[in-house]
């Protein structure tokens, strides 16, 4: 089942008054948040990046760059509104705040510290709206969950999480997923078949 593959990139710079440095103060932040409101989908896909690759454990801070793209394939282990955060000016309605995915290489080892998170952001999501899809995160949760998914979009090392996951911050006790790095943003979904 097709959920989207965008004929057209949004072309919003500026989105609900929230331009693409959010409303961060400092430099590392508003460099990160350009990146998660990139509003232009890859032109290439890096086909070496896949989920078990991306889940594999040891230090990552340097296993691919922001400027990669990829396409993996997982199961579905949640969807939920994303908080709220500088990218997004803050906002607190859902409609423009990021939908968190969380992938999973195999249903049976759902361990948060094997998840994986991408990110449907607001910008997209509108895009995809404009085209008559529906990425709300309560569409992407009706569809997604316990299903499996081709995901594509741009690699993103979220700094900001990076003493909350498993491959760089070993042990962790609050540690919640398997690494930062993440598919953020989500420029296209596909559902399919389990991998053989």
């Known amino acids: 089942m097709l959920i989207a593959h965008p004929a057209m990139s949004p072309r919003q710079s500026v989105f609900h008054n929230c331009g693409m440095t959010g409303d961060a103060k400092s ?9 998660k409101n ?8 890096d086909t070496s990046i896949t989920l078990a690759a991306i889940v594999a ?9 922001n400027n990669q793209a990829a396409e993996i394939t997982g199961y579905v282990h949640d969807v939920m ?12 309605d859902p409609k423009y705040r990021d939908t968190h995915i969380e992938l999973v290489v195999d249903p049976m080892d759902s361990a948060e510290t094997r998840r994986v998170i991408v990110e449907v952001t607001p910008r ?3 895009n995809m709206k404009a085209g008559g899809i529906d990425w709300s995160t309560a569409g992407l949760r009706a569809t997604l969950l316990g299903r499996w998914v081709k995901v ?3 690699m993103m090392f979220d700094i900001e999480h990076a003493t909350e996951a498993e491959n760089t911050n070993p ?4 540690n919640w997923r398997a690494t930062a790095w993440e598919l953020h943003p989500v420029t296209a979904i596909d559902v399919v078949q389990r991998p053989r």
Do not use: I, Q, Y
């Not at 430099?27 to 990160?32: I, N």
């Not at 454990?57 to 760059?65: A, L």
């Not at 042990?171 to 609050?174: D, M, R």
């Open 27 to 35: 430099a590392t932040a508003k460099a990160l948040n350009r990146l």
């Open 171 to 174: 042990g962790g006790a609050g």
């Open 152 to 154: 594509r979009g741009w």
């Open 57 to 65: 454990p040891g230090d990552d801070h340097s296993r691919w760059t």
């Open 124 to 126: 997209w999501r509108a």
């Open 38 to 45: 990139r509003f232009t989908p890859p032109s290439g896909l």
């Open 81 to 92: 509104k994303g908080g709220v955060e500088s990218c997004n000016c803050h906002a607190k």
